[in-house]
Every structure is written in C-alpha cells, then in structure tokens.
C-alpha cells in the first residue's frame, strides 16, 4: 500500500503507562508487545515525512460524577486519572513537539478535541492507526475518522488487545464496515 507522506498521519492511540506498562492500572500483555512496532511505524513515518499525531486518554478525577450513564471508571476501574504517571505517555516513545498530542477523555479521538481541524489544516487524507486497545480506542477512532471522510488503515501488526480475539474482531469489524488493514511491510511511502 503506497501514501504519500504529505497526505498522511501516523495516528497512535493511547501508548501510554496505564495500559502499555506492566504497573499501569488497565496493563494488557497485547498493549506492551505493540510499543516495538508502533516506534517502527513512526521512525519510518518521520523520515518520510508524514506527520504524526500521539493522542492520550486522559480522566479528570471528577469527570464521571455527574455522568447519567456513561461512566468508564465504573466500567473499568479508575484509569489514566490527569496528572498521574498512568497518563503519561510511554518513555518509549519519540513524540516531538512538531507532533500533534491529542488529549481526549473518552474512546474516540475526535470527539471533542482539535484533531478534524488540525489534519484538515495540514492535508491529511489518510490516516495509518495504531495503538492500543484494538476493539476499543483504536476501532472507535477509525469508524470517525470514516465518518469524517478520512481513509483509516489499521497497521494489524502495531496494535494491542487484551485477547487475540478482540484484536481479530476489531480489525475484521474496520476492514468490513469502514476501513482498510495493512501489515507494518504492506505500508510504502512514496517520495
């Protein structure tokens, strides 16, 4: 699959202390065996020249008081609460200030934030996904970014689930409804 660099952004979903380190409130195995490819995929990105977009799930400790019915830390436990270390994202990672972090506080990156805007301002079209959770986060972003008339590609080999079944559903679920998958050697940038 070929994308030209200046039409393209590595959007990495959620790398962060509480669902990639094995201390993080929400750890998963699958989360931390995808930091390897994830900084792969963004190395050869950058020297492309495609820009990159880090988004970081973030919770205001009060941000579920009031909530009628959505409340993820009933659902899953206190997690990536602002200002703690689990928020944070992975020392692993190269983020830049020349990159977009995107702070969300809930499973879809564009919902309430800055990013349709800011890869309209820049000319992205597509968008290659990666991250963690794949059945949440990841697969939540990648339908809205579909919504918005962007081409999502989930990179299958740089994505991280709590059980291999949720990584295969979520990608099965994007590839049918709204996207398109590639593997980090399917993926050529075009100079």
């Known amino acids: ?63 579920f008081d009031d909530s009628h019915y959505y409340d993820e ?24 200030e020349e990159d977009l972090v995107v702070e969300k506080h809930t499973y879809d990156a564009f919902y309430e934030t800055q990013l349709d805007g800011w890869l309209a301002a820049h000319g992205v079209h597509d968008l290659l996904l990666c991250g963690t959770l794949a059945n949440v986060c990841v697969l ?24 291999d079944a949720h990584k295969e559903y979520a990608v099965e679920h994007a590839e049918w409804l709204f996207g398109e998958t590639a593997t980090l050697e399917d993926i050529e940038f075009q100079r």
């Open 140 to 163: 939540h972003t990648a339908g809205s970014a579909g919504l918005r008339d962007y081409r999502p590609v989930l990179v299958t080999d740089a994505i991280g689930a709590l059980e």
């Open 1 to 63: 699959m070929k994308f030209t660099p200046s039409e393209t952004a590595i959007v990495v979903v959620d790398m962060q202390n509480g669902f990639c380190h094995p201390e993080g409130s929400l750890y998963a195995a699958g989360s931390e065996a995808a930091i390897e490819p994830v900084t792969e995929l963004v190395a050869a990105a950058r020297e492309a020249g495609a820009r990159i977009v880090y988004t970081r799930d973030v919770h205001p400790p009060d941000q």
């Open 73 to 96: 830390f009933e659902r899953w436990g206190e997690h990536v609460v602002e200002g703690t270390w689990d928020a944070e994202h992975l020392a692993e990672l190269d983020v830049r």
